[in-house]
């Protein structure tokens, strides 16, 4: 895996097709950030990649150094979306913003056990994963999915089933992953510029496959 400042555009591997982890031969025409070893690895990944492909390029220009590209998970919409999410702190210390975040995930946001640092069960490749150039996490409220510190009992139903998760996903793990969610880079490299602290279109499957483990097994 290499770490130049042009991999840090990107969450997965530079090289790496999306689906199976050969080399990529095929970049997505629509967002230029996805590519693919070929039509038949593309065509598997339309239906997951076309929620975000479109609206990529509406997400260049942050508001402000302060704010950094997430992926918004809605529990109201049945696709994901991308965000700038407003930061605080310096690199591996940094936190969502509280009354910003506030908008997305209702209750007491964490992300302290969703670490994310690979892609698991890339297509065939079940029993491999891929490292991630950068490391994910998902902010979301663990009172909704029955989680309180070392507590662990029944989700709270206050919340709503999470329609993003249930259509991208399975609409058991929609059930259970309730509320609103946002994907986000774990921690911000300032030597790799910006964007090293920014999600994108690679991020999407690494995530969901992390939800679907930790939800179903």
Not at 40 to 45: G, Y
Not at 104 to 110: C, E
Not at 137 to 153: A, N
Request: net charge negative; glycine share 10%.
């Amino acid at each position: 895996m290499t770490s130049n400042s042009a991999d840090y555009d990107r969450t997965d591997e530079v090289d790496g097709c999306a689906i199976c982890m050969k080399k990529w031969t095929i970049a997505c025409t629509g967002c230029a950030n996805i590519g693919y070893c070929s039509e038949k690895c593309q065509q598997e990944d339309a239906a997951q990649h076309n929620t975000i492909c479109s609206t990529f390029k509406d997400f260049q220009n942050r508001p402000s150094n302060k704010h950094f590209r997430a992926l918004y998970f809605p529990a109201d919409e049945p696709k994901p979306r991308f965000i700038w999410l407003l930061m605080d702190g310096d690199r591996l210390t940094w936190k969502p913003n509280p009354t910003d975040l506030a908008q997305y995930v209702p209750g007491s946001p964490s992300s302290g056990d969703s670490f994310i640092t690979y892609h698991a069960g890339v297509q065939d490749n079940a029993d491999q994963n891929r490292d991630l150039i950068k490391g994910l996490c998902i902010e979301y409220d663990p009172v909704s999915q029955g989680q309180s510190g070392s507590h662990k009992g029944p989700a709270s139903l206050e919340q709503s089933a999470n329609m993003c998760f249930a259509r991208m996903i399975d609409p058991t793990v929609g059930g259970l992953r309730r509320g609103g969610q946002v994907g986000r880079v774990h921690g911000w490299n300032p030597e790799f510029g910006l964007k090293s602290g920014d999600v994108d279109c690679t991020s999407l499957g690494p995530s969901l496959a992390w939800v679907m483990e930790v939800t179903l097994y």
